[in-house]
């Protein structure tokens, strides 16, 4: 099969042939016709997390994608609930074991024993992935292939952030949150998802372009991050939570700064290793009474719903670039130098 390949990190990938993989018990090989184009790629790709590198290096993966839409093409031991031709997506989660404490509580994204696509597992950027029966999400067929693939990460990952303003944060819809890097993969999602929800959305960004795109996806407020401390304190005196997607501290700085007291910082955004860490002092995080919550990528259910607001209007992929996999070496020019807005899908 075809693949985009890592040969050396950091380094021009390599679109060659690779033996196609089989399917072991209780997991589906599926034959890719769209792959989203996801910021982690890029920090993978670079090395930039020493930890998911050492356990791509560990697990012998080189195909970088976790946004995987196909069809079902061969079946492996024990699986009882797809077939051949079911069209499916291969996401982030690639395999839980569903019996630990933290599956059977709901958060299998804890699980010791996951396994994750590009990590664990090969990866999409290439023409059949491997995943595991459980971790499996059927397409709606009312959702084409370029916009189902950027929810198999960007879109469950921000549902699944702001779904925890009201199942953990416990902040009634109508407050006026903050989606910090609104125009983003991940933030233009959220948007979205936030006002399907009720809440008053402030999305901040950087420069006029991506300001506008921000009103365009029905943001309350589009707000310049150079402007976003005054107009939030001066309209507010603070936000209920901030949702920080951009994968810089200062966005998590400045999503701290414009909390009221009792507000929800909610981490999503992972920047390089290397900027360090994001300084935060006891006395403010007591006093405030600030609340914290790191949000991972969604599981099956979280897709069923978000694929719901999808089919009834209230959520769209914008999908600004597609391409072919042999182009995949510029489509991550591009997004390294920020000139995406919205997501990229490569067609297998």
């Known amino acids: 099969m075809r693949a985009a390949v890592i040969k050396e990190w950091g380094t021009p990938l390599e679109v060659t042939d690779v033996p196609k993989p089989e399917p072991g018990p209780g997991e589906v090989l599926v034959r890719?016709?769209?792959?989203?184009?996801?910021?982690?790629?890029?920090?993978?790709?670079?090395?930039?997390?020493?930890?998911?590198?050492?356990?791509?290096?560990?697990?012998?993966?080189?195909?970088?994608?976790?946004?995987?839409?196909?069809?079902?093409?061969?079946?492996?031991?024990?699986v009882s609930t797809l077939k051949k031709g079911d069209r499916v997506g291969v996401p982030w989660m690639n395999y839980w074991c569903g019996r630990c404490e933290y599956c059977l509580?709901?958060?299998?994204?804890?699980?010791?024993?996951?396994?994750?696509?590009?990590?664990?597992?090969?990866?999409?950027?290439?023409?059949?992935?491997?995943?595991?029966?459980?971790?499996?999400?059927?397409?709606?067929?009312?959702?084409?292939?370029?916009?189902?693939?950027?929810?198999?990460?960007?879109g469950v990952t921000a549902y699944g952030a702001v779904r925890k303003l009201i199942t953990?944060?416990?902040?009634?819809?109508?407050?006026?949150?903050?989606?910090?890097?609104?125009a983003g993969g991940l933030g233009h999602y959220a948007v979205q998802i936030a006002k399907a929800f009720g809440y008053t959305v402030v999305g901040i960004d950087v420069g006029a372009e991506r300001v506008k795109f921000v009103e365009k996806l029905g943001a309350d407020y589009?707000?310049?991050?150079?402007?976003?401390?005054?107009?939030?304190?001066?309209?507010?005196?603070?936000?209920?939570?901030?949702?920080?997607?951009?994968?810089?501290?200062?966005?998590?700085?400045?999503?701290?700064?414009?909390?009221?007291?009792?507000?929800?910082?909610?981490?999503v955004g992972l920047p390089d290793m290397k900027e360090g860490g994001l300084e935060l002092y006891p006395l403010v995080v007591v006093g405030r009474g600030i609340r914290i919550f790191g949000s991972s990528v969604g599981v099956t259910h979280e897709f069923e719903e978000l694929f719901n607001l999808v089919v009834q209007g209230k959520v769209k992929s914008h999908v600004t670039k597609t391409a072919s996999l042999s182009e995949i070496n510029e489509v991550f020019k591009d997004?390294?130098?920020g000139k995406i807005v919205g997501r990229a899908v490569l067609k297998i």
Do not use: N
């Open 32 to 78: 890719i016709s769209a792959s989203g184009v996801c910021h982690t790629d890029i920090h993978q790709w670079k090395g930039d997390w020493p930890p998911v590198q050492a356990l791509m290096i560990q697990h012998g993966v080189r195909i970088l994608g976790h946004e995987g839409i196909g069809v079902v093409e061969e079946v492996g031991l024990g």
């Open 105 to 154: 509580s709901g958060y299998p994204h804890w699980c010791p024993h996951a396994k994750y696509t590009s990590v664990h597992v090969d990866g999409t950027h290439a023409e059949y992935a491997i995943i595991s029966e459980r971790a499996t999400p059927r397409i709606p067929k009312e959702i084409s292939d370029v916009e189902a693939a950027p929810l198999m990460c960007a």
């Open 222 to 267: 589009a707000v310049d991050v150079g402007e976003a401390d005054k107009f939030v304190m001066d309209k507010w005196g603070g936000v209920y939570a901030s949702v920080v997607f951009t994968p810089r501290l200062e966005g998590y700085r400045l999503g701290l700064r414009l909390l009221r007291p009792l507000g929800a910082l909610v981490f």
């Open 335 to 337: 997004l390294e130098e």
């Open 168 to 182: 953990e944060a416990a902040i009634p819809p109508g407050k006026p949150i903050a989606i910090i890097g609104a």
